[in-house]
Nanobody, 117 residues
Framework: QLQASGGGLVQAEGSLRLSCVVS????????MGWFRQAPGKEREFVAH????????YYADSVKGRFTISRDNAKNTVYLQMNSLKPEDTAVYYC????????????WGQGTLVTVSS
C-alpha cells in the first residue's frame, strides 16, 4: 500500500515536499516513482528512484528543480519540489514497479499540488 501526502497550495517559485509511505510489502526490488496528472492532460512521469541502489531519473521538465529520495528506516519516498511553476499544478501520485517489468504495479492515491502565479 502506498500513501501519498504533502500536497497543497503554493506560490510560484515556492517549495513543497511530497511523501509516500509504503506498507504491507517489501519494495527493495522496486523502482518507486512519482507521476502527475494535470487537469485535462494525461498522466506523466516525473521521477523515479531504485529503492535498493538509490539511483534516480527525472523527466526533463523537472530536472534541476525536483529531487526524489527515500528513507529506508521510515519506508518513505519523498519528492522535494523547488522553484515551482504554475505548470507544475497537478495531482501527484506515487507508484512502484518491480525492476525489469515495464509497468507500475502499485499506485497510491493522489495528492493535489496547486501553484499560483
Amino acid at each position: 500500500q502506498l500513501q501519498a501526502s504533502g500536497g497543497g497550495l503554493v506560490q510560484a517559485e515556492g517549495s513543497l515536499r511530497l511523501s509516500c509511505v509504503v506498507s504491507g510489502h517489501t519494495f527493495s526490488s522496486y523502482y518507486m516513482g512519482w507521476f502527475r496528472q494535470a487537469p485535462g492532460k494525461e498522466r506523466e512521469f516525473v521521477a523515479h528512484i531504485m529503492w535498493s541502489a538509490g539511483s534516480t531519473y527525472y523527466a526533463d521538465s523537472v530536472k534541476g528543480r525536483f529531487t526524489i529520495s527515500r528513507d529506508n528506516a521510515k519506508n518513505t519516498v519523498y519528492l522535494q519540489m523547488n522553484s515551482l511553476k504554475p505548470e507544475d499544478t497537478a495531482v501527484y501520485y506515487c507508484a512502484a514497479k518491480y525492476i525489469g517489468r515495464p509497468l507500475y504495479d502499485y499506485w497510491g492515491q493522489g495528492t493535489l499540488v496547486t501553484v499560483s502565479s
